[in-house]
């Protein structure tokens, strides 16, 4: 489950928007803020001595402000600091954007497959070749540690790059005909103008891996990223017309995201939402998207078990839940959100694994050593917190960490809870958030009911040693992947994306093209064999 479902994280504009931009740009701005630390405005200023910390919205190629010039501050969620105001855009921007998104895509997809390849091609060496810029960016408004934020530049930058190659491959079918007069034929199609919703917690990644194959297929994007971590995005779209990518492929607005997401799915020339958030807003957009019957790709939450067996070596199992269970400070819709682990092995492992888990720095993202930044926001704070209790009251034990952490803002001490029953809040939702509850299981059997007993069905894990029991299990999970003795399995060149309520489609790999293209089939007649 997301924060908004909580109803916790408020990012309407009415919440956030400010009035008509001032001559600042350093506005402090709600509680948990204040004035912007030296070092922080030292790095600002350089990135915008980059070009690539930008301020306004992009709309067919030119940099704009809000039509009411109303604004949002972006945080630096590890200090506080406001970074900069950006524009607070409704639905009268998201119109004008989905307009010159049509009018860009008319020559946009007559142009060759190898011309949109070289050109995606070029965005994916501006991407790298600013990969720290982009990584300092990722960090100042995201939180996760400097390493990790460069780590999702080039796990970003590489959708880029697969999607260049990918887009001399977009092949039709000739199919055998049943008469001898005729020649039938599939002719793969761009879907048109889509519109790509994306979240916080992968600043760039989540962006890159819509926009790039959507413009290998020759569609063009109005992208409207999280209020909460815009400044990738904008960056990102900087080099996108660097790179040759024409003016109006590729749009980017944010402020006022209902009235943004109810604009795109009222247009007509939007044929194709793309979005990966919470299962609430997914549910809502897919609704809306019926009143003009556009395809719908969503990556929804999660809600991943991560499954240890006794026969599992004690220390892949360790590294692996850790990796899947830490990274980003657990603030990813495959993070291991229940760690079943088998009677035999619990002690053992609930020990090896809190050992590993103290170890971890938790700090400003930009310190040297740190492996776990900031939540987002003071919401998700509450949100990990109501979880803690909800477990402790009914029975779980701390083992390791269990509250806020002592540098204050939105750090939490990285925790492990044992005695985690199946019916627990922590059990049903996710918490997004550094705690990895630990569940204890019997048998395969009830390892693999608990599993699947849940609305959600995007990553799975399990660890054990046993080759028949990886095949039995792997196949009776309910979920879109599965990682067998690794924590770590997104890559550009999989299909990722969930079952049940956890979404619909893929993205990346040859399968993640198909979501923005159209199949046309033609039947030539009347062709004589002589
Ligand atoms: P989370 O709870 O993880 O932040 P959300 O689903 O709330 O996930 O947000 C994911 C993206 O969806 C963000 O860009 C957010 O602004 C956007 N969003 C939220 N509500 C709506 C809506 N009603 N229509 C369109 N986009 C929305």
Same mark, same amino acid.
């Given at each position: 489950?997301?924060? &908004?479902q909580?109803?916790?994280?408020?990012?309407?504009?009415?919440?956030?928007?400010?009035g008509p @931009?001032?001559? +600042?740009?350093?506005?402090?701005?709600?509680?948990?803020?204040?004035?912007?630390?030296m070092d922080?405005?030292?790095?600002?200023?350089?990135?915008?001595?980059?070009?690539?910390?930008? *301020?306004q919205?992009l709309?067919?190629? #030119?940099?704009?402000e $809000?039509?009411?010039?109303?604004?949002?501050?972006v945080?630096?969620?590890?200090t506080?600091?406001?970074?900069?105001?950006?524009?607070?855009?409704?639905g009268?921007?998201?119109?004008? $954007?989905? &307009?010159?998104?049509?009018?860009?895509?008319? +020559?946009?997809?007559?142009?060759?497959?190898?011309e949109?390849?070289?050109?995606?091609?070029k965005?994916?060496?501006?991407?790298?070749a600013?990969k720290?810029?982009l990584?300092?960016i990722?960090t100042?408004? =995201?939180?996760?540690?400097?390493?990790?934020?460069i780590g999702?530049?080039?796990?970003?930058?590489?959708?880029?790059e697969? *999607?260049?190659?990918?887009a001399?491959r977009?092949?039709?079918?000739?199919?055998?005909?049943?008469?001898?007069?005729r020649?039938?034929?599939?002719l793969?199609q761009?879907v048109?103008?889509v519109?790509?919703?994306?979240?916080?917690?992968f600043?760039?990644a989540m962006?890159?891996?819509?926009?790039?194959p959507?413009?290998?297929?020759?569609?063009?994007?109005?992208?409207?990223? &999280?209020?909460l971590?815009p400044?990738?995005? /904008?960056a990102?779209?900087?080099?996108a017309?660097?790179a040759?990518?024409?003016p109006?492929?590729?749009?980017?607005?944010?402020g006022?995201?209902?009235?943004?997401?109810?604009?795109l799915l009222a +247009?007509?020339?939007?044929?194709?939402?793309t979005?990966?958030?919470s299962?609430?807003?997914?549910?809502k957009?897919?609704?809306g998207?019926?009143?003009?019957?556009?395809?719908?790709?969503?990556?929804?939450?999660?809600?991943?078990p991560?499954?240890i067996?006794?026969d599992?070596?004690?220390?892949?199992?360790?590294?692996?839940?850790?990796?899947?269970?830490?990274?980003?400070?657990g603030?990813?819709?495959?993070?291991?959100?229940?760690?079943?682990?088998?009677?035999?092995?619990?002690?053992?492992?609930?020990? $090896?694994?809190?050992q590993?888990?103290? +170890?971890m720095q938790?700090?400003?993202?930009?310190?040297?050593?740190v492996? =776990?930044?900031?939540l987002?926001?003071?919401?998700?704070?509450?949100?990990?917190? *109501?979880?803690?209790?909800?477990?402790?009251? #009914?029975?779980a034990?701390?083992?390791?960490g269990?509250k806020?952490?002592s540098l204050?803002?939105?750090?939490?001490e990285?925790t492990?809870?044992g005695?985690i029953?199946?019916?627990? /809040?922590?059990?049903?939702n996710?918490?997004?958030? %550094?705690?990895a %509850?630990?569940?204890?299981?019997k048998?395969e059997?009830?390892?693999?009911?608990?599993?699947?007993?849940?609305?959600?069905?995007?990553a799975?894990?399990v660890?054990?040693?046993?080759?028949q029991?990886?095949? @039995?299990?792997?196949?009776a999970?309910?979920?879109?992947?599965v990682?067998?003795?690794?924590?770590?399995?997104s890559?550009?060149?999989?299909?990722f994306?969930?079952?049940k309520?956890?979404?619909?489609g893929?993205?990346?790999?040859?399968?993640g093209?198909?979501?923005?293209?159209?199949?046309?089939?033609?039947?030539?007649?009347?062709?004589?064999?002589?």
């Open positions: 489950m997301g924060i &908004s909580m109803g916790l994280l408020r990012s309407s504009c009415s919440a956030l928007c400010h @931009r001032t001559a +600042s740009v350093l506005r402090p701005s709600a509680v948990l803020t204040r004035q912007i630390s922080t405005q030292n790095l600002v200023a350089r990135l915008n001595s980059s070009g690539l910390l930008r *301020s919205c709309i067919g190629g #030119k940099w704009t $809000a039509y009411d010039g109303k604004t949002i501050p945080h630096n969620p590890a506080g600091d406001v970074l900069v105001n950006v524009p607070c855009m409704g009268q921007e998201t119109n004008d $954007a989905i &307009s010159v998104a049509y009018e860009a895509f008319l +020559s946009w997809s007559k142009l060759t497959a190898a949109r390849s070289k050109r995606l091609r965005w994916y060496d501006l991407l790298i600013n720290e810029e990584g300092q990722i100042l408004e =995201q939180g996760k540690p400097l390493k990790e934020a999702e530049v080039n796990y970003g930058a590489a959708f880029i697969f *999607s260049a190659e990918e001399k977009i092949y039709g079918d000739i199919i055998p005909s049943p008469l001898a007069d020649r039938l034929l599939v793969k761009p048109g103008v519109g790509a919703i994306t979240p916080w917690n600043p760039l962006i890159t891996r819509k926009v790039g959507a413009l290998a297929c020759g569609c063009t994007v109005v992208i409207k990223p &999280s209020e971590t400044l990738t995005a /904008l990102a779209a900087e080099l017309l660097q040759g990518i024409p109006g492929a590729v749009n980017v607005v944010f006022n995201a209902p009235e943004i997401g109810d604009a +247009s007509r020339q939007v044929r194709k939402i979005f990966t958030g299962t609430a807003v997914g549910k957009l897919m609704a998207a019926a009143q003009t019957v556009k395809k719908v790709s969503l990556e929804l939450g999660g809600n991943a991560c499954i067996f006794d599992a070596d004690l220390e892949v199992a360790v590294k692996g839940a850790l990796g899947t269970k830490f990274r980003n400070s603030q990813t819709c495959v993070c291991a959100n229940r760690i079943l682990v088998q009677e035999g092995i619990y002690e053992k492992f609930a020990i $090896a694994f809190s590993a888990v103290q +170890s938790v700090g400003e993202g930009f310190t040297e050593g492996v =776990q930044g900031p987002i926001n003071e919401a998700a704070v509450q949100k990990v917190e *109501s979880f803690v209790k909800d477990a402790v009251s #009914k029975g034990k701390v083992l390791l269990g806020r952490h204050g803002m939105t750090f939490y990285p492990v809870i005695d029953k199946n019916d627990m /809040l922590i059990a049903r996710e918490v997004f958030g %550094p705690v %509850p630990l569940l204890r299981f048998t059997e009830e390892a693999i009911r608990i599993a699947n007993d849940t609305n959600a069905g995007l799975a894990y660890f054990t040693e046993n080759v029991r990886m095949w @039995r299990v792997t196949e999970l309910e979920y879109g992947l990682g067998v003795n690794e924590g770590l399995v890559t550009e060149v999989a299909p994306g969930g079952v309520e956890s979404g619909l893929r993205e990346g790999s040859k399968y093209m198909d979501e923005f293209l159209e199949m046309k089939y033609v039947c030539f007649g009347n062709i004589s064999s002589n």
